[in-house]
């Protein structure tokens, strides 16, 4: 953690390895889901479409919880308790 508002290379590369996993995870989840598992009738466009969008939220996601997280790992440094 790089402190309140800041990003630092380490959260950017863990940006993408949550972004590709979370891809990952919605390609195989597209293929099972077709029914009795028949790659040759899995629209693979509608994979390919689920998959970009799921990466770019879950990479978003993950960078803005890092942005808005201080150097304790508390959200916007606020203190509740």
Do not use: P
């Amino acid at each position: 953690m790089n402190g309140l508002f800041k990003l630092g290379w380490k959260d950017l590369l863990k940006g993408v390895y949550v972004a590709v996993g979370a891809a990952l995870i919605v390609a195989v989840a597209g293929i099972v889901m077709t029914s009795g598992f028949d790659a040759f009738a899995t629209n693979w466009i509608l994979v390919g479409h689920n998959m970009v969008n799921t990466g770019i939220v879950a990479g978003c996601g993950y960078l803005l919880k890092q942005l808005f997280t201080d150097n304790n790992g508390v959200v916007l440094g606020a203190n509740l308790g």
